[in-house]
């Protein structure tokens, strides 16, 4: 494999709040031979996620922080070139955390798994059948356990995970209101996802429109925000209501930790729950989540949207146009043909 290159995006600088294109840098590396138990994937597909910003921070997350100089940490599925390792085929796909860059040299373990589903696009296996399905389908049915009838808000509802939170909410019976920016992406969540209505948090009358739709109460809560947006929601929290964390898009640093609003008094007087989850706790969950999604798909219940790029090139920008919101769908690199 010595006649192969490499090119990987690397951390050049660390970012004090959202990465920009000149926090990375592009580097050319010659690919080592395979050693006995090693595999070498082609990525074909990069996946770029808005919990990127958390792993590049050192202000309190979940994981290390990617090193300065390091390949930047990402979500990838491609297709097995070669491979020392017999429980791993030659012309296998798969899916792992193999970083921002043509080839990535692993064992197994490292590959999160081998994809089955080769009637779907595969780049559906880091989106809507990826990591953002599997923490929509947790997070709502295991944390939020949605009752037929109940009314779901979901914030970021136009994005990779807050639109099948939507559509996921409706299949259990429930009504949804979707929490977005700007009326395309609002139109978005009514016309394609299927939301019951839908808010736009950038318009002069949001609170007045969110206090509307949500006349009846919330049940269930998906966060994906944080920041002024959750604040106008915990208002209308019914009793027993469940507020589940998964993101905090809106909080552009946290050092300082922001202070707002205080909810406490609202998760008392109305006796409602507020958790925190991070997918990478429950591997257990996935392998049934996959299956139920991948039906959904198939059956014409769950719609998806993806935003490509084509180039590795486009990658260092990728995050901070994430946060600009120029994206439609769930945002990919594209690198390779599959």
Request: aromatic share 8%; charged share 20%.
């Amino acid at each position: 494999m010595n006649n192969l290159i490499n090119r990987q995006v690397r951390l050049r600088s660390r970012p004090s709040a959202i990465p920009q294109a000149d926090n990375f840098e592009i580097t050319e590396v010659p690919v080592p031979e395979l050693v006995e138990g090693q595999v070498l994937v082609r990525n074909v597909f990069l996946s770029v996620e808005p919990a990127m910003r958390g792993w590049l921070s050192t202000v309190g997350n979940y994981s290390e922080p990617v090193p300065l100089g390091g390949v930047m940490r990402s979500f990838t599925a491609g297709r097995v070139l070669a491979s020392r390792d017999p429980a791993v085929p030659v012309g296998a796909w798969v899916t792992g955390m193999f970083g921002w860059q043509d080839y990535a040299l692993v064992v197994a373990s490292d590959i999160q798994r081998q994809i089955v589903e080769r009637d779907l696009p595969l780049s559906t296996a880091l989106g809507v059948l990826g990591i953002n399905g599997v923490t929509a389908h947790y997070g709502l049915l295991q944390i939020g356990r949605p009752r037929e009838g109940e009314t779901v808000v979901v914030s970021t509802a136009a994005g990779s995970v807050g639109s099948c939170v939507g559509q996921i909410a409706k299949l259990k019976g429930c009504r949804t209101i979707g929490i977005t920016g700007g009326e395309t992406k609002r139109r978005l969540c009514l016309d394609q996802f299927g939301f019951d209505a839908a808010v736009d948090y950038k318009a002069a009358d949001f609170e007045n429109r969110l206090a509307e739709v949500c006349a009846g109460g919330v049940d269930i809560y998906y966060d994906n925000t944080a920041g002024p947006i959750s604040d106008a929601v915990m208002t209308h929290l019914n009793r027993g209501a469940r507020v589940i964390i998964c993101g905090t898009a809106s909080i552009a640093s946290w050092d300082p930790i922001p202070l707002g609003p205080r909810v406490e008094r609202h998760l008392l007087v109305k006796r409602a729950q507020m958790q925190g989850f991070v997918i990478f706790d429950h591997p257990e969950h996935y392998e049934g989540a996959y299956r139920d999604l991948a039906q959904w798909i198939r059956e014409g219940h769950l719609s998806y949207l993806e935003d490509i790029q084509v180039g590795i090139e486009h990658a260092p920008g990728a995050i901070a146009g994430l946060y600009r919101g120029d994206n439609l769908g769930k945002r990919l690199i594209r690198i390779a043909e599959d």
